[in-house]
């Protein structure tokens, strides 16, 4: 029935609604990617609630392998745009990997990721975690409670193997912060050595997020850092313990976006408008009422065309909660954000915390001055088309003028240090000075030299 739209796309605009503002469209058949994750719900919704077709767009959504097929159907043009890993499209610009000019005019969503170990792991670190007066374990779990378990299957000559899904995605900087955080070396990036496993002590190699859990099943992997529902596929499966999500690492972290390439972008702008209305549509929709259409999202998702996975799995955390041990499940309501906290405006800060990330692990080779960070930033985040966006839906009266952050100049407020694991703020308009703070990773003029890090 879906593919029946195309047939009719001369229609469709004649029942539109009345309040909605058609833009006179460059292009409106479309086909996005998307990778089977509980976060691309805002293409799911934005097509299954008629967002799209409000818009005079007629959209077409295609599950893909992974996230490098996803990336080159965007540059290549095979994919008018994508749910993207935010590392993507700043990567792709400066030219790490695969090099493109991505942009980004729409964050699609906040947190949603978890690290789940082993059951061998977790009963090897469950005896010395603390427990709360309920008889739980007390959360956030740090990564130093790993370290010895590391340590002892290092000493066996067991290289203690990770996964995480691609090299410049959010789970592979939050997988290191967190290993770093607990005084676990994770691994650099040289020119020369694009393993990522310099002078590591965790190895971390990438892994397709739907085949986490088969591959920790295997024993190929001790542990892992994905976004959902694969880490509660742990659970119900009775194979893994999740120990922390990234809400706990770093609340209200920005997580994936929606990438176009720059010359769709230039070569489309009102389609590019168009679609960014529909996936504002979408992510209010997603948080409106206190999440009150989630157990509806869940059962779109759950659809084999889009995540596939169990109903039951997908709302284990999608309706705000969260399980770690088999039957320790606990009130989790921002575990996934779509729209609250500003959650879909691009933010310069956003893009440059990745950045760093990039710096603090090799991947960015040497120093960079802090105005470089920015230039950057503000070629690939776009706040200046969301906000046009979003200012048409509030002329339609389609959106509420005060869930808009009008007045930024890209950057959010530092984030504190109480909302991250290891107690160290960040600025984003300082990354160098942010570099500077962290314990492990590079700093200053700081080079990987064969296995060594000079400087």
């Known amino acids: 029935m879906k593919h029946l739209l195309l047939s009719l796309a001369a229609t469709t605009a004649l029942v539109a609604p009345a309040h909605a503002e058609m833009l006179d469209l460059e292009k409106d058949v479309l086909t996005f990617g998307f990778i089977k994750l509980t976060d691309m719900a805002p293409l799911a919704v934005a097509y299954e ?3 799209f077709d409000d818009e005079g767009l007629f959209v077409t959504l295609e599950a893909q392998a992974n996230w490098k097929v996803l ?3 965007v540059i290549s043009g095979t994919l008018d745009g994508a749910h993207m890993l935010a590392g993507q499209p700043i990567a792709a610009t400066i030219g790490y990997g695969t090099e493109a000019h991505i942009i980004t005019p729409f964050s699609m969503d906040l947190n949603g990721n978890g690290i789940t170990v082993s059951n061998e792991v977790w009963e090897m670190m469950k005896p010395a975690l603390p427990v709360g007066d309920d008889g739980l374990i007390e959360h956030p779990i740090s990564a130093s409670y790993l370290k010895p378990v590391i340590d002892s299957y290092n000493a066996q000559g067991k290289p203690f193997n990770m996964g995480m899904v691609f090299p410049v995605s959010t789970h592979n900087y939050e997988l290191r912060y967190w290993l770093a955080a607990g005084g676990i070396e994770p691994g650099y990036y040289s020119p020369e050595n694009v393993s990522g496993q310099i002078g590591a002590e965790a190895l971390l190699s990438v892994t397709p997020p739907p085949q986490m859990p088969s591959t920790l099943e295997a024993g190929t992997i001790y542990g ?3 976004g959902e529902p694969w880490n509660q596929q742990a659970v119900f499966k009775g194979i893994g313990v999740p120990v922390i999500t990234d809400y706990e690492l770093w609340k209200n972290n920005p997580e994936k976006v929606f990438g176009i390439s720059s010359t769709f972008a230039e070569e489309n702008p009102n389609t590019t408008l168009a679609v960014t209305k529909a996936l504002i549509r979408a992510a209010q929709w997603l948080d409106e009422n206190d999440n009150a259409n989630r157990e509806d ?3 779109i998702l759950a659809r084999p065309e889009y995540v596939g996975a169990d109903y039951e799995v997908i709302a284990n955390s999608m309706t705000g909660t969260f399980e770690y041990e088999k039957g320790d499940k606990r009130e989790v309501p921002d ?18 915390w990745y950045l760093t990330q990039m710096r603090r692990w090799g991947q960015i080779a040497e120093a960079k001055p802090d105005s470089w960070y920015d230039e950057v930033a503000r070629s690939v985040y776009k706040p200046e088309i969301f906000l046009e966006a979003a200012r048409m839906l509030v002329d339609e009266g389609l959106a509420q003028e005060a869930d808009f952050d009008w007045d930024s100049d890209g950057y959010k407020d ?8 290891d107690g160290i703020p ?5 990354p160098n000075a ?9 700093k200053g003029e700081q080079v990987v030299v064969g296995n060594e890090i000079q400087g």
């Open 224 to 226: 892992y850092s994905v």
């Open 434 to 442: 942010y570099l500077e703070s962290l314990p492990i990773g590079l």
């Open 49 to 51: 609630q008629g967002f």
């Open 335 to 352: 575990f996934n954000v779509f729209f609250r906290y500003n959650a879909n405006y691009p933010y310069y800060s956003d893009a440059i």
């Open 297 to 299: 999202a869940v059962e």
């Open 426 to 430: 960040y600025d984003g308009r300082t």
């Open 71 to 73: 990336l080159d159907g």
């Open 414 to 421: 530092p984030t504190p240090a109480a909302d991250i694991i």
